[in-house]
């Protein structure tokens, strides 16, 4: 089996938006992410997406509408020749102390008890916390510049913070890192 790779959603496959991505309308693909995915699946990687819905606990969204659009999400991979993505969500407020919200690790370690995979891989990512979540998971990291990436980089720079191991355009560049021996 080759080296996971986990991915955050909004800003790295579909567009982030600042009111929160609602509705099954509301998901929109970055252009090349589902096709970039899907070639990853072809490359025999496994695809695990986890995403911080903290909308849920805000009263925004129902996890409901969280599955709908993940269905749609399901739908598009499919299409693409992409027969399995493990999908996890984070509906817990930031201040709930949970183990699962982004940095925690509790969404990686769910995905490598659920589906048996091997230690390591790469977490693609538009958030410094995505960049930490991936150090302490022991995964090689890659900041997208695509969604919140951009000013996300900034803030890691200013503050001084750990530099993500790669940083690129978007999750379509993203794929010469990953499928680059």
Same mark, same amino acid.
């Given at each position: 089996?080759k080296?996971p790779?986990?991915? /955050?959603?909004?800003?790295v496959i579909?567009?982030?938006r600042a009111d *929160? %991505? ?5 998901w929109?693909?970055i252009? @090349? ?8 699946h072809?490359a !025999?990687h496994p695809l %695990?997406?986890v995403t911080?819905q903290?909308? #849920?606990?805000r !009263? *925004?969204y ?6 709908? #659009?993940h269905?749609? =999400?399901?739908?598009a991979?499919?299409?693409a020749g992409v027969d399995?993505?493990? %999908?996890?969500?984070?509906p817990h407020h930031?201040?709930?102390g ?6 925690e690790t !509790?969404?990686?370690?769910?995905? %490598?008890?659920?589906l048996?995979l091997?230690?390591?891989g790469w977490?693609?990512?538009d958030a410094?916390s /995505?960049m930490?979540? @991936?150090?302490?998971? !022991?995964?090689?990291?890659i900041?997208?510049?695509? @969604? ?5 980089l900034?803030?890691?720079?200013a503050?001084n913070?750990? =530099?993500?191991?790669h940083?690129t355009g978007?999750?379509v560049s993203?794929l010469? #890192?990953?499928?680059t021996p």
């Amino acid at each position: 089996m080759k080296l996971p790779v986990f991915l /955050d959603r909004d800003g790295v496959i579909n567009t982030n938006r600042a009111d *929160y %991505v609602k509705t099954p309308a509301e998901w929109m693909p970055i252009p @090349g992410a589902i096709s970039a995915m899907a070639e990853l699946h072809r490359a !025999g990687h496994p695809l %695990v997406v986890v995403t911080n819905q903290s909308g #849920i606990a805000r !009263g *925004y969204y129902t996890a409901e509408a969280v599955e709908q #659009i993940h269905r749609v =999400m399901r739908s598009a991979l499919k299409a693409a020749g992409v027969d399995s993505v493990h %999908v996890l969500f984070c509906p817990h407020h930031p201040q709930d102390g949970c183990t699962c919200r982004k940095p925690e690790t !509790g969404m990686v370690k769910q995905a %490598v008890s659920d589906l048996g995979l091997p230690a390591g891989g790469w977490m693609v990512g538009d958030a410094d916390s /995505d960049m930490e979540l @991936g150090r302490r998971s !022991g995964l090689t990291t890659i900041l997208v510049l695509s @969604g919140r990436g951009r000013d996300q980089l900034e803030i890691i720079k200013a503050e001084n913070l750990v =530099m993500p191991d790669h940083v690129t355009g978007s999750l379509v560049s993203a794929l010469d #890192i990953i499928l680059t021996p």
